[in-house]
């Protein structure tokens, strides 16, 4: 069973925000969720990630709910170049357990 | 430039044939991981080692085999009882940060079997 659900893919206009959901109903009190993206088949780079605190970072914020079963990265002022896969990934620990993926495009 | 390096970035072979890609970083990180993706799919772990000559399976092992001699390198061997080995090979490290890990991937490798 995956242990995060993502919508396969959304829009979102240059210069607004980028409100990307992720599901994690499964997750356990010590496990991490992560954000990566990928462009273009390259290796995915780091986001953000958090435990239970909302985060935020150069790049973007990182929503967690208080029950933990659902999360939101944000990405404040979308560019083109944020064209790109999404992915929301649970870390157990001794695994990093990717989901299929949001894929974005930023519209001019 | 400290980071990873996944050679070759296209590897064509024959069905049948055993093929190994290699994975080298120069990080100094303890952990490595072998993800496979395919078309449209997130990735999925094949083998992750945490310590070196040590490694232990993802969830997609069958018909891969790894080795880790060296703290900076972690190869991935195909073998021919992979049944569908067409896919983009990606190799990670990862190294403890404030509250949690991060995951440094290479270009990864595209292999295609004929």
């Known amino acids: 069973d995956a242990k995060t659900t993502q919508p396969p893919s959304m829009d979102c206009a240059e210069g607004r925000a980028a409100n990307l959901p992720c599901n994690h109903s499964t997750i356990s009190g010590n496990e991490y969720v992560y954000w990566y993206r990928q462009i273009h088949s390259q290796g995915p780079q780091y986001i953000i990630h958090?435990?239970?605190n909302n985060e935020t970072n150069e790049m973007a914020s990182l929503i967690i709910t208080e029950d933990r079963k659902s999360s939101t990265l944000i990405l404040p002022h979308a560019t083109l170049r944020d064209t790109a896969v999404y992915y929301c990934i649970v870390y157990t620990g001794n695994q990093f357990y990717f989901g299929t993926g949001t894929s974005l495009t930023v519209i001019p | 430039d400290g980071g990873i390096t996944q050679s070759p970035k296209y590897l064509f072979r024959k069905e049948g044939q055993n093929v190994t890609l290699s994975c080298e970083q120069n990080l100094n990180h303890d952990a490595m991981y072998w993800y496979r993706q395919d078309p449209g799919q997130g990735l999925r772990l094949i083998y992750y080692s945490q310590i070196v000559n040590d490694f232990q399976k993802g969830d997609i092992a069958e018909g891969y085999s790894v080795s880790r001699e060296k703290k900076e390198s972690f190869p991935l061997t195909v073998t021919s009882a992979q049944k569908n080995p067409t896919a983009f090979y990606l190799c990670a490290s990862s190294i403890m940060v404030a509250g949690g890990y991060e995951q440094f991937f290479g270009p990864g490798t595209r292999l295609t079997v004929l």
């Open positions: 958090g435990l239970k």
